[in-house]
T-cell receptor, first 110, second 114 residues
Framework: GIQVEQSPPDLILQEGANSTLRCNFS?????LQWFHQNPWGQLINLFY???GTKQNGRLSATTVATERYSLLYISSSQTTDSGVYFC????????????FGTGTRLKVLA | ETGVTQSPTHLIKTRGQQVTLRCSSQ?????VSWYQQALGQGPQFIFQ???????GRGNFPPRFSGLQFPNYSSELNVNALELDDSALYLC?????????????FGPGTRLTVL
């Protein structure tokens, strides 16, 4: 089945720093989303981005579906950005599975 | 617009018991998917319901079953609970069957099996 790998697994930043999170997937996909999971477990939608580039405030994302990767950019990081970031892809195999990546755990220090 | 809601928030059961978790989809959404998230892991897809029928299933045994109701709300039932079933259970709603569409998640139910 499709494999979804995220890097780096862990990231520690000073407040105000920029970062790039990467999501690699091993096969074509129907869908790609980025989520931020807060300490209480809530998955917050960041981007729905099967292809192309989107921006929302300090966050932006790019998916290059032909090369099977997506990038999430966080600029001017804040302590509230801390948490786990997941990408999730919709597999093209026939069972309508969504596969989550391994996650990037981000800690932003004041 | 009402978001995805789940109940209960927390639940403690003993091994061998049965549990039912509930999810109300976001208004206007007709598809519900369920996920299991063990501690320190990413969510794992259990199954999807569309128009009251199971529409896709991950690698979970038959003791994990579900229902969807005409108002698109859904239940996840787990029989013969095992210690490894302890996890955060998340439901997500979307518009339309399949995995092409944006999903929106509820806050989750944290299940502990003793």
């Amino acid at each position: 089945g499709i494999q979804v790998e995220q890097s780096p697994p862990d990231l520690i930043l000073q407040e105000g720093a920029n970062s790039t999170l990467r999501c690699n997937f091993s096969d074509s996909v129907n869908n790609l989303q980025w989520f931020h999971q807060n300490p209480w477990g809530q998955l917050i939608n960041l981007f729905y981005i099967p292809s192309g580039t989107k921006q929302n405030g300090r966050l932006s994302a790019t998916t290059v579906a032909t090369e099977r990767y997506s990038l999430l950019y966080i600029s001017s990081s804040q302590t509230t950005d801390s948490g786990v970031y997941f990408c999730a892809v919709g597999s093209t195999s026939g069972t309508y599975k969504y596969i989550f990546g391994t996650g990037t755990r981000l800690k932003v220090l004041a | 617009e009402t978001g995805v809601t789940q109940s209960p928030t927390h639940l403690i059961k003993t091994r061998g018991q049965q549990v039912t978790l509930r999810c109300s989809s976001q208004s206007g959404h007709n598809t519900v998917s369920w996920y299991q998230q063990a501690l320190g892991q990413g969510p794992q897809f259990i199954f999807q319901y569309y128009r009251e029928e199971e529409n896709g299933r991950g690698n979970f045994p038959p003791r994990f079953s579900g229902l969807q109701f005409p108002n698109y709300s859904s239940e996840l039932n787990v029989n013969a609970l095992e210690l490894d079933d302890s996890a955060l259970y998340l439901c997500a709603s979307s518009l339309g069957q399949g995995n092409y569409n944006e999903q929106f998640f509820g806050p989750g139910t944290r299940l502990t099996v003793l």
